[in-house]
């Protein structure tokens, strides 16, 4: 039974591999979307995890869900459409490895999803889950904005612990105020929330981590706030308590799936907590250290999936 259940979008990315002397840019087909790359990251990490989802039934929705299921996540809760192709998102990468995006979406079979088939899916799999994984990207289109919402409300009332990345991409929205209103309104259910430097800015109007995160936790009483900073490593507030865990130097190949890698292995070292509230401080730089490691490792590698490590790998990286 899975530990770690993951709900949202599934799509293909569409990511540049080169640009070749003519100019001319290559792209290669890996399958993605971040809810879907937590999950694989999870999954390669040793965690127990499944997707809830929808994809179109195409060559694309076909090569995401052989994807998930070789790299260990169940799938039961993935969904297919005839009435929608599976998303694409073009990812074109620049010089330092940084990643802009453009989304083939009009609709997209993951914006498909329903409150029903979500909330059946969450309550499918027999056991009770530690954790609910989702992210922002769900919110941006109905039905699955409202599926998303009330599969987290339903979770919550169950006990089941709340895991939100609010990844704000522009091009999804109107406009920033609507973007804001719908990335904050989860925040009150939320147990562990995790987001970059920039959209705590976003969010709060605040630069400072300390003032920043200070102003989410009184305003949403969020038990875990965690905040990527790349090669900076991560910053947390728990409760009253903050730290920083510096992160890793390496040659940054594609920083796609980074921040997604990250989240899945901190939930591996989460699921085994009773209380996240007194989880000793050093307990949780441990497992920011060890998130820290694995995101690190995925950049040096191109696309996401492909680029996730295994348990191994970081574990050798550890012992050098």
Known sequence: ???????????????????????????AAFPGGAPANVAVAAARLGGKTAFIGKVGRDAFGGSIRRTLRENGVDVSGLYETDQTLTTL???????????????????GADTQLTGEEAVTALLGYGQRPRFLHF??????AEPAASATMAAARRARELGILLSYDPNYRASLWPEEAVALERMKEPLSLCHVVKLAEEELELLTGLRGLEEGSLALYESYHIPLIVVTLGAGGSFYRLGSRTGWVKGQSVQVADTNGAGDTFLGALLTRLVAVED?????????????????????????????IPAMPTLTEIQDQTRR
């Open 1 to 27: 039974m899975p530990e770690i259940v993951t709900m949202g979008e599934a799509l293909i990315d569409l990511t540049q591999t080169v640009e070749d002397a003519g100019g001319i840019r290559h792209y």
């Open 89 to 107: 998102a073009v990812v074109s990468v620049d010089a330092g490895g940084e990643r802009s995006f453009a989304f083939y979406r009009s609709p």
């Open 276 to 304: 996240l509230e007194r989880l000793p401080p050093e307990e949780l730089e441990a497992g920011l250290d060890f998130a820290n490691r694995a995101a690190a490792l995925t950049c040096t590698r191109p696309g996401a």
């Open 135 to 140: 992210g922002s990207v769900s919110l941006t």
